[in-house]
């Protein structure tokens, strides 16, 4: 797994964008005391579950991964000029 030039921003702002999503799709905002692994995981499954993603083989399930997908989302999501993708 390759990792992407500055992947802790794209997490982060894919975090943002997939909290805000998930309200809009009519699920409770996360409470301050959920993991961040817990956080990355609902998001996850939650653009998987809505087809924005496809989804990670069983085995290769984990929470790495997990923010990875993420990242790589979000870098194709993102104008190609964004500032994070420099």
């Known amino acids: 797994m390759k990792k992407l030039k500055n992947?802790?921003?794209?997490?982060k702002t894919a975090m943002q964008i997939g909290?805000?999503?998930a309200v809009k799709a009519?699920?409770?905002s996360f409470s301050p005391t959920d993991s961040a692994d817990n956080k990355?995981?609902?998001i996850y499954r939650l653009?998987?579950?809505d087809k924005l993603i496809a989804p990670l083989p069983a085995v290769q399930e984990s929470a790495q991964n997990f923010r990875h997908r993420l990242v790589k989302w979000i870098a194709g999501k993102l104008p190609a000029d964004h500032p994070l993708l420099k």
Do not use: D
């Not at 992947?7 to 997490?11: D, I, R, T």
């Open 26 to 28: 009519g699920y409770s």
């Open 40 to 42: 990355v995981e609902a």
């Open 19 to 21: 909290q805000a999503y």
């Open 7 to 11: 992947e802790k921003e794209l997490l």
């Open 47 to 49: 653009l998987v579950n």
